[in-house]
T-cell receptor, first 113, second 114 residues
Framework: KQEVTQIPAALSVPEGENLVLNCSFT??????LQWFRQDPGKGLTSLLL?????REQTSGRLNASLDKSSGRSTLYIAASQPGDSATYLC????????????FGTGTRLTIIP | GAGVSQSPSNKVTEKGKDVELRCDPI?????LYWYRQRLGQGLEFLIY????????KSGLPSDRFSAERTGESVSTLTIQRTQQEDSAVYLC????????????FGPGTRLTVT
């Protein structure tokens, strides 16, 4: 059974700093690894998706990496802004054809102006 | 449509009542998922529909929970005889299986059982 862990549960950093959010998973036979942000009272916004054959994906100030052998993914946020404050979730799908996501419990990020 | 939509956005119900939650997926997406997020907890998978295949119901917590989907369109999640522990945000997602399978989420329905 896939288990996804995110540490730390909460993180506060000053505006402008670069930061890394961590995600670990127990089953390396993943199909996709997806990063989301969740704002209070709202649904999930997909940020980046890394397929099992890929090692990283980039979108603007965001870069996500995937290391299946070590069971880890990281989300790098460059030049953080107050608008980046949200909860960040990583989630994995394991088998093609059974695409339910297994979620971590998230990291609540606060960017201090 | 432009995105996944869900209704109602908020629902308050008394313990023991039945509720229906609705999800409209992105047009053309063959896969539809229901998840729930209880306060302070992570998202839990509930049920998955893919085309005309039998749904994956492995995440439904009890037989009080059921869901239907007509073709590749609207889905309804029904909770019978609601309990206080059913209070959660219920999220629906859809994806275009066969492509990247990226899941797109709706805004959720916040269910409060009093």
């Amino acid at each position: 059974k896939q288990e996804v862990t995110q540490i730390p549960a909460a993180l506060s950093v000053p505006e402008g700093e670069n930061l890394v959010l961590n995600c670990s998973f127990t089953d390396s036979a993943i199909y996709n690894l997806q990063w989301f942000r969740q704002d209070p009272g709202k649904g999930l916004t997909s940020l980046l998706l890394i397929q099992s054959s890929q090692r990283e994906q980039t979108s603007g100030r965001l870069n996500a990496s995937l290391d299946k052998s070590s069971g880890r993914s990281t989300l790098y946020i460059a030049a953080s802004q107050p608008g980046d404050s949200a909860t960040y979730l990583c989630a994995a799908t394991t088998n093609f054809g059974n695409e339910k996501l297994t979620f971590g419990t998230g990291t609540r990020l606060t960017i201090i102006p | 449509g432009a995105g996944v939509s869900q209704s109602p956005s908020n629902k308050v119900t008394e313990k023991g009542k039945d509720v229906e939650l609705r999800c409209d997926p992105i047009s053309g997406h063959t896969a539809l998922y229901w998840y729930r997020q209880r306060l302070g907890q992570g998202l839990e998978f509930l049920i998955y529909f893919q085309g005309n295949s039998a749904p994956d119901k492995s995440g439904l917590p009890s037989d009080r929970f059921s869901a239907e989907r007509t073709g590749e369109s609207v889905s309804t999640l029904t909770i019978q005889r609601t309990q206080q522990e059913d209070s959660a945000v219920y999220l629906c997602a859809s994806s275009d299986v066969g492509q990247v399978d990226e899941q797109y989420f709706g805004p959720g329905t916040r269910l409060t059982v009093t």
